[in-house]
């Protein structure tokens, strides 16, 4: 999980960075950014939780904790690398308030995106496990077809 916590922590420095530089370079909105770290976080979800099925752990915690991290190392670092290169400013007149309720939210939707994610995945994989533990472990072969 501590792999997987830190390969979605690594993304969201990238597109922070990567994205910033891009956003900066071509005149995009890098809000419409949004949109990728929700994949992360839902990416980071999935593997989570074929990481807690696998090793007999609850889906939802490791889910809302990876997440969470994710979540915060984007908020914190990704966000201070984005706003070092232009586009991540904060709108004038924002408050440090108005700053760290967003932060908050948009680490509790990476948690919430993420614990989705988990909970999907260790369902479908836990279900895929229990049908390969009740099928036979023989092969039937085919009839010989003569020509």
Same mark, same amino acid.
């Given at each position: 999980?501590?792999?997987?916590?830190?390969? !979605?922590?690594?993304?969201?420095?990238?597109?922070?960075?990567? !994205?910033?530089?891009?956003? $900066?370079?071509?005149?995009?909105?890098?809000?419409?950014?949004?949109?990728?770290?929700?994949?992360?976080?839902?990416?980071?979800?999935?593997?989570?939780?074929?990481?807690?099925?696998?090793?007999?752990?609850?889906?939802?915690?490791? !889910?809302?904790?990876?997440?969470?991290?994710?979540?915060?190392?984007? $908020?914190?670092?990704?966000?201070?690398?984005?706003?070092?290169?232009?586009?991540?400013? @904060? @709108?004038? !007149?924002?408050?440090?308030?108005?700053?760290?309720?967003?932060?908050?939210?948009?680490?509790?939707?990476?948690?919430?995106?993420?614990?989705?994610?988990?909970?999907?995945?260790?369902?479908?994989?836990?279900?895929?496990?229990?049908?390969?533990?009740?099928? @036979?472990?023989? $092969?039937?072969?085919?009839? $010989?077809?003569?020509?």
């Amino acid at each position: 999980m501590v792999r997987i916590t830190a390969a !979605g922590s690594l993304a969201v420095i990238l597109l922070g960075t990567f !994205g910033a530089l891009a956003s $900066e370079r071509f005149g995009f909105p890098y809000s419409s950014l949004t949109i990728v770290s929700l994949l992360i976080y839902v990416v980071v979800g999935v593997a989570v939780g074929r990481w807690a099925a696998r090793h007999k752990r609850n889906a939802a915690l490791s !889910g809302i904790a990876s997440g969470a991290i994710v979540g915060f190392v984007g $908020e914190t670092i990704g966000w201070a690398i984005a706003s070092a290169i232009g586009p991540g400013l @904060p @709108p004038p !007149g924002a408050t440090p308030a108005l700053l760290v309720g967003a932060a908050v939210f948009a680490i509790l939707v990476a948690a919430i995106v993420a614990i989705l994610g988990s909970v999907t995945s260790a369902v479908i994989f836990r279900a895929a496990g229990t049908r390969r533990a009740t099928q @036979p472990e023989f $092969e039937v072969e085919a009839p $010989e077809v003569k020509p």
